[in-house]
């Protein structure tokens, strides 16, 4: 049976989110505003701030809550998470505040999964506890979305394991104190055996960090949050390596649809504020004699919005509610990837449109700073390409799909009308008869 009813005790907790989020975690936005400022561990007024609003969600039971009890967290389901993140989406901040902060989560995830009782100890722990922040250093500057070109590898020297090469786009890793580094440590393997992935604590000599590359909404060009990092001969003991030698694909993978679907949660509350804006400004201002929500076309672009919200929060809810189901065994392992795709495809669009919309609305105010639409706007793009980008899943997807298609037996299709009609007639023959 499907359910879409909320337990009166579970709600209570997303009322106690929802006015924290309102209270707490968007004046910390409009307190600390500066991009990448949450994951900054020396930016001490912020972290004096930020220590309590933790201290206070931990209280509550609801830090890492994406996490289940078997990885050290509380493991409240997909779902629950689902509506938990579409609060937490509100604001830049809430996710750090709530424990819930990319690329911690999916980071904290494979230690908690592959990692070994020192790993967990001295890496999991303080990651958990929201003491430290990490990194995770994949995509290279040659071969983005294909790892199939990664040339970035790790060779064994003793009881060592060396890594050479370089990384594009490894997010904090300035803030970082210590990187997941995916690696090739067999370049004749398969893809998925190819390669392996390492815990490297920050200050392993050899780490160059060649410049902190900038996006949309830094100040500074070349001070922004995305290392281009080159590792120079970097060493880390054997026992450094998360999971088994080959295994660094597989780990990836582990860490990659959580992180996926986790954005899109968080999506569906950055356009719920969105469309709250564009509602509150068409029944706030006058042109041409009415309200701007008594214009047509202004309510068309309400009425898109609502329609595609809702869909795309079914979708979410629908590949969460799937996850669960595979947590339970009740799915097997993978019938969530498609959805999970879907959800990456989707995310991107239905943000550029509600965001553009309620922009749109806002005329000059929207686009100007003094309102947050055009830098969640300009975030777009940003959102489509991190965890791999929207085209690589959207073609993915329908290659699933063709997969399973079968040609038409004829020269028609099998839905050609005249066929079809045919076949009925051979069927009853003295059907049209009167
Ligand atoms: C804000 C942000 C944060 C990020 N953080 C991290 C991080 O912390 N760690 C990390 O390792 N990486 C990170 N990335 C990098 C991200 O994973 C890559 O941007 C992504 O995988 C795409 O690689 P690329 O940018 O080199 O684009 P390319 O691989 O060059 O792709 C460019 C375009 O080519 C097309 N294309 C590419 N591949 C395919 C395909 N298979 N099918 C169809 N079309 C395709 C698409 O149109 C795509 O947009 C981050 C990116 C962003 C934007």
Redesign the pocket.
Known sequence: MIDFSIEPEFQARLDWMDTFVREECETMDLLFPEQGAQFDPGYKAARRHLKPLQDEVKKQGLWACHLGPHLGGPGYGQVKLALMNEIIGRSNWAPVVFGTA??DTGNAEILALFGTPEQKEKYLGPLMAGEIVS???????Q????PDVFTCKATREGDEWVIEGE???????RFASFLLV?AVTDPDAPLTERMSMFVVPADTPGIEILRNVA?VGDTDPDNGH?AHIRYNKVRVPLDHMLGNPGEGFKVAQARLGGGRIHHAMRTVGMCNRALDMMLERAVSRQTKGKMLGEHQLVQAKIADSIIELEQFRLLVLKTAWMIDEIEAGRMKHGAARKHIGMCKVAMASVYANVVGRALEVHGSLGISLDMPLAKWYA?N????????????????LARAYLKRAKPADGMFPSEHIPTRTAKALERYPDAREA
């Open positions: 990319a690329p990194c995770f250093s994949m995509t290279e500057p071969g983005g979305a294909d990384k594009w786009f490894s997010s904090n890793a995916i996006i995305h975030g793009m940003a959102l489509a390409f991190a965890d791999g980008p929207t085209d690589a899943h959207r073609s993915q």
